[in-house]
């Protein structure tokens, strides 16, 4: 299981491209496999991850995620190769559908038909990305399209965040992998790891990667950290996709899933998320006290021998 840092976790001030490009590259530095970044309402991570990759060699650079909603496919390919163009072909290009309360009540979009719609986003942007024709008329979308950007030295994987039993088939099927946020290690060994993988044994394609994100607190004291987590990170026991996947797994909330303990117990629960099948872990190192997402980092680098 490959280890990857998720930055730009909140939308402060602190959140700049060269605080962002200083990280990765000290995450570089460390060894990781990989850095994550979410797109919210700040910096666009498509082209914060480009620019990083100008100043990183190693690293591999994904979104977790960008929403489809605010973006045709033709718009979200074209940025996407030129960020892994700029990234020396390591971008990965992580979306998703966002939720509701974002698509209709603040941009205004339609969300009657998520699966729908990224279902026929993956049948236009898969071959765009590819460098190909694109002939698209379905009920979301009609493209008659095609580009080439020159310097990107690959197609870049499209990752998928699925977590439903539809969603995961469409990612199976049409995409390279699924990113998933707020899924404990149970949900992943019985839901998402079959799911997505019986989808891609179907359609004959290649086994799927499975990036887990979850946070991560390398403390002595678990039971105050839970807590912490759970008041910090409620909206997302809320959210109606987040909360299905606590259901699933028999939580309350985010402070029942995070990966929490001292070192010994740290060690333990990134061995169960290896044994549900999990591919790469996306760690959001939390600071619930000075130093702490730093010695978190810390312990994750002295894992990354296995």
């Given at each position: 299981?490959?280890?990857?840092?998720?930055?730009?976790?909140?939308?402060?001030?602190?959140?700049?491209?060269?605080?962002?490009?200083?990280?990765?590259?000290?995450?570089?530095?460390?060894?990781?496999?990989?850095?994550?970044?979410?797109?919210?309402?700040?910096?666009?991570?498509?082209?914060?991850?480009?620019?990083?990759?100008?100043?990183?060699?190693?690293?591999?650079?994904?979104?977790?995620?960008?929403?489809?909603?605010?973006?045709?496919?033709?718009?979200?390919?074209?940025?996407?190769?030129?960020?892994?163009a700029a990234a020396n072909g390591?971008?990965?290009?992580?979306?998703?559908?966002?939720?509701?309360?974002?698509?209709?009540?603040?941009?205004?979009?339609?969300?009657?038909?998520?699966?729908?719609?990224?279902?026929?986003?993956?049948?236009?942007?898969?071959?765009?990305?590819?460098?190909?024709?694109?002939?698209?008329?379905?009920?979301?979308?009609?493209?008659?399209?095609?580009?080439?950007?020159?310097?990107?030295?690959?197609?870049?994987?499209?990752?998928?965040?699925?977590?439903?039993?539809?969603?995961?088939?469409?990612?199976?099927?049409?995409?390279?992998?699924?990113?998933?946020?707020?899924?404990?290690?149970?949900t992943l060994a019985n839901h998402?790891?079959?799911?997505?993988?019986?989808?891609?044994?179907?359609?004959?394609?290649?086994?799927?990667?499975?990036?887990?994100?979850?946070?991560?607190?390398?403390?002595?004291?678990?039971?105050?950290?839970?807590?912490?987590?759970?008041?910090?990170?409620?909206?997302?026991?809320?959210?109606?996709?987040?909360?299905?996947?606590?259901?699933?797994?028999?939580?309350?909330?985010?402070?029942?899933?995070?990966?929490?303990?001292?070192?010994?117990?740290?060690?333990?629960?990134?061995?169960?998320?290896?044994?549900?099948?999990?591919?790469?872990?996306?760690?959001?190192?939390?600071?619930?006290?000075?130093?702490?997402?730093?010695?978190?980092?810390?312990?994750?680098?002295?894992?990354?021998?296995?």
């Amino acid at each position: 299981m490959k280890i990857g840092i998720k930055i730009g976790l909140s939308s402060g001030p602190e959140v700049t491209l060269a605080n962002l490009t200083a990280i990765a590259k000290e995450v570089e530095a460390k060894g990781f496999a990989s850095c994550w970044m979410p797109n919210i309402f700040g910096l666009d991570a498509i082209s914060t991850l480009g620019i990083i990759g100008q100043s990183t060699q190693s690293l591999e650079l994904g979104t977790a995620v960008t929403p489809t909603y605010p973006r045709h496919p033709v718009a979200m390919a074209q940025q996407a190769l030129t960020s892994q163009a700029a990234a020396n072909g390591r971008f990965v290009l992580g979306i998703g559908l966002s939720h509701k309360f974002v698509v209709e009540d603040m941009f205004g979009l339609d969300y009657s038909k998520p699966a729908s719609h990224m279902e026929e986003y993956l049948q236009v942007l898969q071959p765009l990305l590819a460098g190909e024709q694109t002939q698209h008329a379905g009920e979301q979308f009609k493209v008659n399209a095609a580009f080439k950007v020159h310097d990107s030295p690959a197609k870049p994987p499209v990752i998928v965040a699925a977590l439903g039993p539809r969603m995961l088939n469409i990612a199976g099927r049409l995409a390279e992998g699924t990113i998933t946020w707020m899924t404990g290690e149970k949900t992943l060994a019985n839901h998402i790891v079959p799911g997505i993988n019986a989808a891609a044994s179907e359609a004959g394609r290649p086994a799927p990667r499975i990036i887990a994100g979850l946070p991560i607190v390398l403390t002595s004291k678990p039971e105050e950290a839970r807590t912490a987590i759970a008041e910090q990170l409620a909206i997302y026991g809320q959210l109606p996709s987040y909360k299905a996947m606590l259901e699933r797994e028999g939580a309350s909330g985010p402070g029942d899933i995070a990966l929490v303990g001292d070192e010994t117990s740290l060690r333990g629960q990134l061995q169960a998320l290896r044994e549900a099948g999990v591919t790469d872990f996306n760690a959001a190192a939390l600071e619930l006290e000075p130093g702490q997402a730093a010695r978190t980092i810390d312990f994750l680098a002295s894992e990354l021998s296995d």
